[in-house]
Antibody
Framework: EVQLVESGGGLVQPGRSMKLSCAAS????????MAWVRQAPTKGLEWVAT????????YYRDSVKGRFTISRDNAKSTLYLQMNSLRSEDTATYYC????????WGQGVMVTVSS | DIVMTQGVLPNPVPSGESASITCRSS???????????LNWFLQRPGQSPQLLTY???TRASGVSDRFSGSGSGTYFTLKISRVRAEDAGVYYC?????????FGSGTKLEIK
């Protein structure tokens, strides 16, 4: 059974950093591109970043470019999102998903940026 | 960026009836391989999104054949036949033709 389990969320002050993790199981992680998608409270879905299966290519939405870094450790079957210089508008539930097909999603992790 | 614009449903939809959700893209989603890079998702209340269809009309694994996607390069429809209570939620279209990937704003389906 495919499982994606996000962790690392919580409350953080504006300007600070936070790192999200997504532990994958039930499929060959190293064969799949992966992505992060977020959803602000009561809002729609917003793509954040994608990484290729081997980590050689990454893509970001403009609003997070230079602040967020997507990465992966294929040996640990884990996806990461390093978020720096956080802003109130980054407050959202962050979902980990199989990035080229979007057919599997984690349960999401809440990130609240507030003083 | 490609803008995705979704239509509104005349809610609620009676159980057993059909519902069609529309989505329009600001640019053709047809790639040089001939495929149309358009996904449909359902997000039920309190749940993660679920992929329904990809390449505009291919149903994802385990998805009921009551869901069918169709369209052209810039105008798309998700038809739900014989709606059931479990179909309630917000439906999103997403283009994966080019980066940045973009979603529509969502279409809410309520069942009567």
């Amino acid at each position: 059974e495919v499982q994606l389990v996000e962790s690392g969320g919580g409350l953080v002050q504006p300007g600070r950093s936070m790192k999200l993790s997504c532990a994958a199981s039930g499929f060959t992680f190293s064969n799949y591109g992966m992505a992060w998608v977020r959803q602000a409270p009561t809002k729609g879905l917003e793509w954040v970043a994608t990484i290729s299966y081997d980590g050689s290519s990454t893509y970001y939405r403009d609003s997070v470019k230079g602040r967020f870094t997507i990465s992966r450790d294929n040996a640990k079957s884990t996806l990461y999102l390093q978020m720096n210089s956080l802003r109130s508008e980054d407050t959202a539930t962050y979902y980990c998903t199989t990035g080229s097909s979007f057919d599997y999603w984690g349960q999401g992790v809440m990130v609240t940026v507030s003083s | 960026d490609i803008v995705m614009t979704q239509g509104v449903l005349p809610n609620p939809v009676p159980s057993g009836e059909s519902a069609s959700i529309t989505c329009r893209s600001s640019k053709s989603l047809v790639y040089k391989d001939g495929k149309t890079y358009l996904n449909w998702f359902l997000q039920r209340p309190g749940q993660s999104p679920q992929l329904l269809t990809y390449w505009m009309s291919t149903r994802a694994s385990g998805v009921s054949d009551r869901f069918s996607g169709s369209g052209s390069g810039t105008y798309f429809t998700l038809k739900i036949s014989r709606v059931r209570a479990e179909d309630a939620g917000v439906y999103y279209c997403q283009q994966v033709r080019e980066y940045p990937l973009t979603f529509g704003s969502g279409t809410k389906l309520e069942i009567k």
